[in-house]
């Protein structure tokens, strides 16, 4: 059988929560515990226009990067060849002084001919990879692509600050400066 079954009846008091350590919920409660979530969704989203904004910087730095760094990458490749292209400039530079002595001597037609040819074809090659020489006689002097290397007297006032002869020509490599041109200038 079971021991104690008469226990005392409990009450329905004993049972009840007591509300007397909470405060009391004020209509001003409620309105400062929404000012509180307002602030803090504000700060929230405060955070979130930083971040968005990091992001958006970083997202054009990296733009810019990858801009710059396609820039670069076809410069090289346009001046690869440089190297080569400048040692064959100083062969050019013969084959020029070759040509004037040809034209003005008197030498068979027909070897002068062939002569003049293989320094065309060999002017040619060497535009269709980019070369251009630059034509500075009877120009104003421009040290972005000439170099001076004497002064002469000039009678004609037109000629002064001029390029009077043109030593050395000067030559871009897809329109990359790769020799300065060395010229005499009109004083």
Same mark, same amino acid.
Do not use: C, W
């Given at each position: 059988?079971?021991?104690?079954?008469?226990?005392?009846?409990? &009450?329905? =008091? @004993?049972?009840?929560?007591?509300?007397?350590?909470?405060?009391? =919920?004020?209509?001003?409660?409620? $309105?400062? &515990?929404?000012?509180?979530?307002?602030?803090?969704?504000?700060?929230?989203?405060?955070?979130?226009? =930083?971040?968005?904004?990091?992001?958006?910087?970083?997202? *054009?730095?990296? @733009?810019?990067?990858?801009?710059?760094? /396609?820039? &670069? *990458?076809? =410069?090289?490749?346009?001046?690869?060849?440089?190297?080569?292209?400048? /040692?064959?400039? &100083?062969?050019?530079?013969?084959?020029?002084? *070759?040509?004037?002595?040809?034209?003005? /001597?008197?030498?068979?037609?027909?070897? #002068?001919?062939?002569?003049?040819?293989?320094?065309?074809?060999?002017?040619?090659?060497?535009?269709? #990879?980019?070369?251009?020489?630059?034509?500075?006689?009877?120009?104003?002097?421009?040290?972005?692509?000439?170099?001076?290397?004497?002064?002469?007297?000039?009678?004609?006032?037109? $000629?002064?600050?001029?390029?009077?002869?043109?030593?050395?020509?000067?030559?871009?490599?897809?329109?990359?400066?790769?020799?300065? *041109?060395?010229?005499?200038?009109?004083?």
């Amino acid at each position: 059988m079971q021991e104690n079954e008469s226990k005392e009846p409990v &009450e329905a =008091e @004993d049972f009840s929560i007591e509300n007397e350590n909470l405060p009391p =919920e004020s209509p001003q409660d409620v $309105l400062n &515990e929404t000012e509180e979530e307002s602030d803090e969704t504000e700060k929230l989203q405060q955070e979130l226009a =930083e971040q968005k904004e990091k992001y958006i910087r970083l997202f *054009a730095e990296f @733009d810019n990067y990858k801009r710059r760094t /396609s820039k &670069e *990458a076809i =410069e090289v490749r346009q001046t690869a060849g440089k190297e080569v292209i400048v /040692s064959m400039l &100083e062969v050019l530079d013969d084959m020029d002084r *070759a040509e004037q002595q040809l034209k003005e /001597s008197n030498i068979e037609d027909a070897l #002068k001919e062939g002569v003049l040819l293989v320094f065309d074809k060999f002017r040619k090659n060497l535009q269709s #990879k980019g070369l251009k020489s630059i034509n500075t006689l009877h120009t104003d002097f421009d040290v972005e692509k000439d170099e001076a290397v004497s002064e002469i007297h000039v009678d004609d006032k037109k $000629l002064k600050g001029k390029v009077v002869a043109e030593l050395q020509k000067g030559y871009y490599l897809n329109d990359k400066l790769i020799r300065f *041109a060395k010229v005499v200038v009109g004083k």
